[in-house]
């Protein structure tokens, strides 16, 4: 593939970052990868993993001569980032973002964005419930949703390279604006992990009274909702804090569908907890129709006879 930016400053260099370090050495999309991260022991293991060409703490000078800056730091502390980046851009450069909420990233990063470069943020729908720079991994993005919430005023040029990159990923990309984002990401994303944590939390205060049965029949459904609750906590609490009114109405919905539901069950109204159950199933079929999952059981995992 050939050279799309000459130089890339990764700022961040965790789960995101990293799994963006291997594929643009991969698939050799520019000449060089400057990593830029805030504590000299995540700096040291980016190196030692041989994620980049240039190494820094200095978020401000990753960025000088860089024409493709992409930012892979927790949502809260975008606008640190950009205060600390702002007067090193070179000027036609593009900046952008993986966060998983965006009205809060451009509300935090856009104040500080020259007229000279180019702020386009976005959101890869593609990550795993582990962090830090060894947690990335080649071919992350390939097949998955790269979402693009362009601010007005967003030069064609820009957004086009800027796709071009994703597509060279393997990506495809989509626009929307950012409070559209937001709240298909509240329900797709954050409620999910929100339920997760929370009924993980639960089942943790139960232990007690269970005697540790929780872990040890955790097969039977429990596990995988330990997946997403074993996510990243400061992740986590900054897409809460940064995507406030948007999950809380998610979560007022689904309190009350779950209100529903729980009195079809006191009720013993089996026609519409069948009619609930058979709706869902039909979706679970549409994810696995789009490719966004495989269809084998379990979700892939090996079971004792698949190694005989
Ligand atoms: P991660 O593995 O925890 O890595 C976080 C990186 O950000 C590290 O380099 C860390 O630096 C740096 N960092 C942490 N706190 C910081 C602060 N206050 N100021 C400056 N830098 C800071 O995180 P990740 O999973 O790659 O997530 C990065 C972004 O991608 C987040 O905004 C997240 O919402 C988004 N995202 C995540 C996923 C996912 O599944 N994980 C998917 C899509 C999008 P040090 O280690 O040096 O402190």
Known sequence: MSVLFDRIALIGIGLIGSSLAHDIRRLGLTKEIVV???????????????????????????????????????????????????????????????????????AQMQPHMPDTVHFIPGHPLAGTEKSGPDAGFPGLFEGRWCIFTPVAGTAETALKRLRGFWEALGSKVDEMDAEHHDKVLAIVSH?????????????????????????????????DFTRLAASDPTMWRDVCLHNRDAILEMLARFSEDLAYLQRAIRWGEGDKIFELFTRTRAIRRSIVQAGQDVDAPDFGRPHALDKK
């Open 36 to 106: 830029a991260t805030r504590s000299a022991d995540t700096l040291k293991r980016a190196e030692e993993l041989g994620l980049g060409d240039r190494y820094t703490t200095s978020s401000a000078d990753a960025v000088r001569d860089a024409d493709l800056i992409i930012v892979s730091v927790p949502v809260g502390a975008s606008e640190s980032v950009a205060k600390e980046i702002a007067g090193s851009l070179k000027p036609g450069a593009i900046v952008t973002d993986v966060g998983s909420t965006k009205a809060s990233v451009i």
């Open 191 to 223: 409620l999910p992990h929100i339920i997760a944590y929370n009924i993980v939390g639960t089942a943790d205060d139960l232990e007690t009274v269970t005697e540790s049965e929780v872990i040890k029949y955790s097969a039977s459904g429990f596990r």
